[in-house]
């Protein structure tokens, strides 16, 4: 099998050069031609005689995936469906903002866990993506970037690992992939500004705690009892409380702050009750609440939430002393809600 450049780390390519017979300086002129220099064919590369880049494509791929759709949203948001060579497709976005510019990354094709909300997971999961493919996904988004700034060095400032797919349930292929997009030689993205958001696997968050990366963990939290949590996400059978607890250990072993993400349903996990339920769990971690309002699926039986209540619910966390935000759902006119396009797409080949 071809050696997917977009996968491996220096040090790996320096041995697989050295391998090969070959002098260990020619990874780093690659690595610079794929991540500097964003080369997506091995001619680009002119540093390199001709039949070392013959050599090269004869033994090693670029970019696995093709761009098979595209929805651009009133607000700049840019939606990607990539499809890969098995017929695997995945969905990745980018978020553009006037002070970073955000890649919203799958990790999985299709998704393990099958929130009752969500489209990516309806047809569950159909295999984890590798380190390659995730990072080709940021890769493509800094290009989109890049083409939008028409400067050849703008950079992709954030990564969130919010796409399909549960990160944590790919663990080795994702922590790869981020430290590749972390690296220097890579895409040179901070650690601080990179997010692995998770229904919660408590043994792999400590896991992640013990990587020595600064990165930022979002919980997936969407109800503030177990009862409610088990409907909205059957697969998080985790109880909340040695959920929190694995937080917690996170937050002590790497300083960083936790965020529990909800996403608000209309008159299921929006009411008062609810809040004064979520308000002393978020205290107790010291977290940030991410309120979202829902992004309806056709089909699915959950509706979003007026400006109104879902102001009306952050004030009531605010006035039980949370730090909380509204984010704003971006790319509602493009199927928004996450695996909408893949399933569109899926419905469009089919029908
Ligand atoms: S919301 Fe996230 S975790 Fe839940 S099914 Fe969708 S992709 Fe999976």
């Known amino acids: 099998m071809a050696l997917h450049l977009l996968g491996v780390t220096l040090d790996e390519l320096r041995g697989w050069f050295v391998e090969q017979g070959q002098p260990r300086y020619r990874a780093d002129q690659v690595a ?15 540093n390199l005689g001709k039949p070392l880049r013959t050599w090269l494509a004869e033994r090693c791929e670029l970019y696995r995936s093709t761009l ?5 949203s009133e607000d700049a948001t840019r939606k990607l469906l990539l499809t890969f060579a098995d017929g695997a497709a995945v969905e990745t976005v980018w978020i553009p903002e006037e002070a970073r ?3 919203c990354l799958s990790s999985q094709v299709g ?17 984890n993506l590798t380190a390659g493919e995730i990072v080709e996904q940021a890769l493509r988004v800094r290009r989109l970037v890049r083409t939008a700034a028409g400067d050849p060095t703008a950079r992709l400032t954030n990564i969130v ?3 399909m797919g549960e990160p944590l349930a790919n663990y080795q292929e994702v922590v790869k992939a981020i430290r590749i997009m972390n690296a220097a030689w890579g895409l040179g993205i901070g650690a601080r500004k ?6 919660g696997l ?9 990587e020595e990366l600064q990165l930022n963990l979002a919980l997936s939290l969407h109800a503030p009892d177990d009862d409610l949590r088990r409907r909205l996400v059957p697969w998080g059978k985790v109880p909340i409380a040695e959920l929190l607890d694995a937080c917690e250990y996170y937050f002590r072993h790497t300083g960083r702050e936790v965020t529990l993400e909800y996403v608000l349903l209309e008159g299921v996990n929006n ?10 769990l978020a205290r107790h971690l010291r977290a940030n609440v991410n309120l979202l309002r829902y992004n309806p699926v056709p089909g699915l039986p959950f509706e979003r939430p007026t400006a109104e209540s879902a102001f009306a619910f952050q004030q009531q966390l605010r006035d039980l002393g949370v730090n909380v935000h509204l984010r704003s759902s971006r790319g509602q006119d493009i199927a928004a809600a996450c695996g909408q396009l893949r399933r569109a797409a899926a419905t469009s080949a089919t029908c």
Do not use: N, Y
């Open 32 to 46: 610079d031609w794929v991540f500097a220099k964003d080369a997506d064919s091995f001619e680009q590369m002119t």
């Open 68 to 72: 098979t759709r595209e929805a651009a």
């Open 101 to 103: 510019q955000t890649a």
């Open 111 to 127: 998704c393990p866990v099958g929130c009752a909300f969500c489209a990516s997971g309806l047809e569950g999961v159909q295999r």
């Open 161 to 163: 690992m919010m796409g």
């Open 194 to 199: 990179i997010t692995v958001s998770t229904v």
């Open 202 to 210: 408590p043994q792999q968050i400590r896991k992640l705690a013990g």
């Open 271 to 280: 009411l008062p009750e609810h809040a004064r339920r979520l308000a002393p």
